[in-house]
């Protein structure tokens, strides 16, 4: 049987990833911070710091759907994803679509 993300949690699924990686020897040098609890950070080019994150939401863990209206959870997962942001020190701003 497969096995599946609840049966490893999260941090299992983490370190499965980070494992796997450095297994097969990816790394980047564009990469300022790797993957971990809350926030990965790369550079995507020269004077821009990125950061990138994707905290899930599991019903009957993090929320009751029959207490709970999809706005809220949507609201909700917005609200732990940009926490986390915020934990590394970033800070929202409006992407400029330029073509270089």
């Known amino acids: 049987m497969p096995e599946r993300v609840k049966d490893i949690g999260e941090f299992g699924l983490i370190e499965r990833i980070n494992d796997l990686l450095r297994r097969e020897g990816i790394r980047s040098e ?14 995507p080019r020269p004077g821009y710091e990125l950061l990138v994150t994707c905290d899930s939401m599991v019903e009957g863990r993090h929320y009751l759907p029959e207490h709970t ?8 997962a917005m ?12 800070n929202p701003s409006t992407p400029s679509f330029r073509s270089d």
């Open 79 to 90: 609200t732990l994803n940009i926490s986390d942001i915020g934990a590394m020190g970033g």
């Open 69 to 76: 209206s999809f706005f809220d959870i949507g609201r909700r």
């Open 30 to 43: 564009r990469v300022s911070v790797g993957i971990g609890d809350d926030t990965a950070s790369f550079v």
